[in-house]
C-alpha cells in the first residue's frame, strides 16, 4: 500500500529510504526531502501546544495530485515518512497509524542491536521484510 | 576468556569453604596480599557474600592507572550505547517532552525503574543546567556497603550507570557530562551537567 518508506535521522539525513521500484526513485527521494520542512514545521508548531496533545503521529503532510504523504517523529526527533498512492481510498488514517507504529516498534529493534552504530544506514533483514510486508499487500 | 567456576563452587552457602586453588584463573598474584580463604591468592578478602570467581580483586590503595583509566572509559561508553537503546525503547508512547526537567523526571522514574526496579530518591537542581540525582540504596552499590573498606573503590562500579544516564540523555537530544561521587555506601549521587552548544 506504501509506495515509499524513508527513516530520516535527526539531523535531517535519511537512514533507509525505500520505494516500489516500478516507477522513478529519484522522484519520491525529492518528495521526501521537500515533506521535511513540512516535519519541521508541524513539529515547532507542536512546541507551543499544550503537553496533552501532543502526539507522535503528524499526519497528512501534504497532498500531491498522485500522492500523500504522512509523517510521523519519535522522541529521539527521528522522522518516519510515508508515500501512499492517492487512487488508494480505502486506505484510513487508522492503518496508517499502525503502519507507522510498526514502523517505530522495528525501529526501536534496530536500535537495541549492539551490532548497530546509531547514525548508520539501517541494513537489518528483519526491517527490510517488515517494510516490504507494507508496500506489498492485498489492497 | 571468562573462566568457568570450579565445580562444586556454591554461592548461595554464606560461610566460604576452602577449596583448592583455581589453577587456570587468571587473577593477577598482588605482592604482600594475604591468601584469601577461598585458596585464591587476592587482594582483601570478599564480603560475606562471596564474589564469583571472575570478579577483580583490587588493592586497596590502587593509583589510577593508564589502563585503568581506560577501562572505566570502556565501561562508560558501553553504558552510554546501552542507554541510547533504552531511551528509544522506554519512551515510546507520547511527545512529552518539552522542558529538560520532564527529560530529568523521566530518568528518574521510567529509566531507573526499569533498570533497576526503584524510583530515584530526590533529585535536586539549580535551574542553570545541573541537576543533582541521588539514590539513597543504589542496588549495585548495596553488596560492598557493610563497613567502609569500599568506599574509595565505589565510584569504579558507577562508570557504567553514568554511561546509561549519558546516553538515555542522548536519545532525547541532550548533551550532558555525568559524573557520579559516593558520600556513604550505598548511597550515591549522580550529577548531570547540561551541555549548551
Redesign the interface.
Known amino acids: 500500500m506504501a509506495v515509499c518508506v524513508a527513516v530520516i535521522a535527526?539531523e535531517n539525513y535519511p537512514l533507509y529510504i525505500r520505494s516500489v521500484p516500478t516507477e522513478n526513485e529519484l522522484k519520491f527521494h525529492y518528495m521526501v526531502h521537500t515533506s521535511l520542512d513540512v516535519v519541521d514545521e508541524k513539529i515547532s508548531a507542536?512546541?507551543k501546544a499544550l503537553?496533552d496533545q501532543?502526539?507522535?503521529y503528524l499526519g497528512l503532510l501534504y497532498p500531491t495530485e498522485d500522492y500523500k504523504v504522512y509523517g510521523y517523529?519519535?522522541?529521539?526527533?527521528v522522522k518516519f515518512v510515508m508515500v501512499v498512492d492517492s487512487s488508494n481510498t480505502a486506505l484510513r488514517d487508522n492503518e496508517i497509524r499502525s503502519m507507522f507504529r510498526k514502523l517505530?516498534?522495528s525501529?526501536?529493534d534496530v536500535?537495541?542491536n549492539?551490532f548497530y552504530n546509531?547514525g548508520d544506514c539501517i541494513q537489518s533483514r528483519a526491517f527490510d521484510s517488515m517494510v516490504t510486508s507494507m508496500m506489498i499487500q492485498v489492497c | 576468556m571468562i573462566p568457568t567456576p570450579a565445580p562444586g563452587f556454591t554461592e548461595s552457602s554464606g560461610t566460604l569453604e576452602s577449596r583448592p586453588p583455581l589453577a587456570q584463573h587468571p587473577l593477577p598474584v598482588l605482592l604482600g596480599a594475604e591468601p584469601c580463604v577461598c585458596g585464591r591468592s587476592a587482594g582483601p578478602p570478599p564480603p560475606r557474600s562471596c564474589l564469583p570467581p571472575r570478579a577483580l580483586h583490587l588493592p586497596p590503595l590502587c593509583l589510577p592507572t593508564q589502563g585503568q583509566n581506560m577501562s572505566l572509559s570502556v565501561l562508560e561508553g558501553m553504558g552510554f550505547?546501552v542507554g541510547?537503546?533504552l531511551?528509544?525503547?522506554l519512551?515510546?508512547e507520547?511527545?512529552?517532552?518539552?522542558e529538560e526537567l520532564d527529560i530529568l523526571k523521566f530518568l528518574c522514574k521510567d529509566l531507573w525503574m526499569a533498570v533497576f526496579q526503584k524510583q530515584m530518591d530526590s533529585l535536586r537542581t539549580n535551574h542553570q543546567g545541573t541537576y543533582v540525582l541521588q539514590d539513597n540504596s543504589f542496588p549495585l552499590l548495596i553488596r560492598m556497603a557493610s563497613g567502609l573498606q569500599y568506599l574509595e573503590e565505589a565510584p569504579k562500579f558507577l562508570a557504567f550507570t553514568c554511561g546509561l544516564l549519558r546516553g538515555t540523555l542522548c536519545?532525547?537530544?541532550v548533551k550532558s557530562l555525568v559524573t557520579a561521587s559516593v558520600a556513604a555506601l550505598p548511597a550515591c549521587k549522580f550529577q548531570v551537567v547540561i551541555q549548551k552548544s
Open positions: 535527526k507542536m512546541g503537553v501532543r502526539e507522535l517523529v519519535t522522541n529521539s526527533r517505530h516498534s525501529y526501536t536500535m537495541c549492539p546509531p | 550505547r541510547q537503546a531511551g528509544e525503547r519512551s515510546r507520547t511527545l512529552a517532552y518539552r536519545t532525547l537530544g
